[in-house]
């Protein structure tokens, strides 16, 4: 019988008891403001755009002979990056690569 008394005592669950209110909400605000900043500290970082934003290009035909560096070169602001203009051309154009062929149309990226 006492074997009996010992397991139900194990079993039992223990019981907490809030002393301090105050501090208990304090503590439960501080680790709510702490997992929001962790979650917005490691979201991915998107361009966000409004929805009434627009970009502005130029649409230019494709003759034979021509390469995306060659037209990224083209057209890119001074100074600027030719990869970069590379990359925004195919991310407008929603380019999975940088093929292109003659009497294709694509749009360049006004800066």
């Known amino acids: 019988m006492c074997g009996v008394n010992l397991m139900n ?6 019981k907490y008891r809030i002393i301090n209110r105050k501090k208990f909400l304090r503590f439960i605000l501080l680790v709510l403001i702490s997992v929001l900043l ?3 500290f490691f979201q991915k970082r998107n361009n966000v755009y409004s929805s009434i934003y627009e970009e502005k290009y130029i649409e230019v035909k494709i003759k034979k002979g ?10 890119m602001p001074e100074g600027y990056d030719i990869r970069k203009m590379v990359y925004e051309i195919r991310r407008l154009n929603n380019m999975n690569n940088a093929n292109i062929y003659p009497e294709d149309c694509i749009k360049i990226p006004v800066k």
Do not use: G, P
């Open 66 to 75: 021509d390469t995306l560096w060659d037209i990224a070169r083209d057209f």
């Open 38 to 40: 962790i979650i917005l």
């Open 9 to 14: 005592s194990a079993i039992r669950k223990k």
